[in-house]
Antibody, heavy 120, light 107 residues
Framework: EVQLVESGGGLIQPGGSLRLSCAAS????????MSWVRQAPGKGLEWVSV???????YYADSVKGRFTISRDNSQNTLYLQMNSLRAEDTAVYYC??????????????WGRGTLVTVSS | DVQMTQSPSSVSASVGDRVTITCRAS??????LAWYQQKPGRAPNLLIH???TLQSGVPSRFSGSGSGTDFTLTISSLQPEDFATYYC?????????FGGGTKVEIK
């Protein structure tokens, strides 16, 4: 079955670090555009980061310099290392596979999300 | 970065109504626009991509149009299962950006 399963969320104090994982099955992470998208409680969707190809990465300005996206090809898993966490990073974090071809670009596969709460 | 402005932020409608949601990009994104539906506690679900291509399995009452900077999502006859929040998203460039969302509520 093709699916994404996130883990690693929880309660963390401001300034702390957390690493999220996203285990993929049914396809190869390294062959796809893989993103993290977050949603603060009661708010809209915010794209966070992407990794694709030979390891190219992009970040939203709101997390640049604090978050690092990576992947482990042997484990077929996507990661998001989050450092210097702030209250405004509190959100459900989704991993998502983006279909990218010369004709299509869309997030076609999403995980269920993992909740990160930054609070003292 | 491309800013996506969605309107309205909420709409109250009845079953059978026609509902139209608009999305405007701050710069030209060609047809790299997708629409998602999200229900509470669930991940977003793709409805339309490339501005007007209906995703497989999505009912034909959903349709999308537009190109350049102005886009529209239309639900031709609202059904009970359509009460949800809808988001547009541009895929022309990184960072990918979403509209603020439109909550479709029961009138």
């Amino acid at each position: 079955e093709v699916q994404l399963v996130e883990s690693g969320g929880g309660l963390i104090q401001p300034g702390g670090s957390l690493r999220l994982s996203c285990a993929a099955s049914g396809f190869t992470v390294s062959s796809n555009y893989m993103s993290w998208v977050r949603q603060a409680p009661g708010k809209g969707l915010e794209w966070v980061s992407v990794i694709y190809g030979g390891g190219y990465t992009y970040y939203a300005d709101s997390v640049k310099g604090r978050f690092t996206i990576s992947r482990d090809n042997s484990q077929n898993t996507l990661y998001l290392q989050m450092n210097s966490l702030r209250a405004e990073d509190t959100a459900v974090y989704y991993c998502a596979r983006e279909e990218v071809t010369p004709w299509v670009r869309y997030f076609g596969l999403w995980g269920r999300g993992t909740l990160v709460t930054v609070s003292s | 970065d491309v800013q996506m402005t969605q309107s309205p932020s909420s709409v109250s409608a009845s079953v059978g109504d026609r509902v139209t949601i608009t999305c405007r990009a701050s710069q030209v994104i060609n047809s790299w626009l997708a629409w998602y539906q999200q229900k509470p506690g669930r991940a977003p679900n793709l409805l339309i991509h490339a501005a007007s291509t209906l995703q497989s399995g999505v009912p034909s009452r959903f349709s999308g149009s537009g190109s350049g900077t102005d886009f529209t999502l239309t639900i031709s006859s609202l059904q009970p299962e359509d009460f949800a929040t809808y988001y547009c998203q541009q895929a022309n460039s990184f960072p990918r950006t979403f509209g603020g969302g439109t909550k479709v509520e029961i009138k």
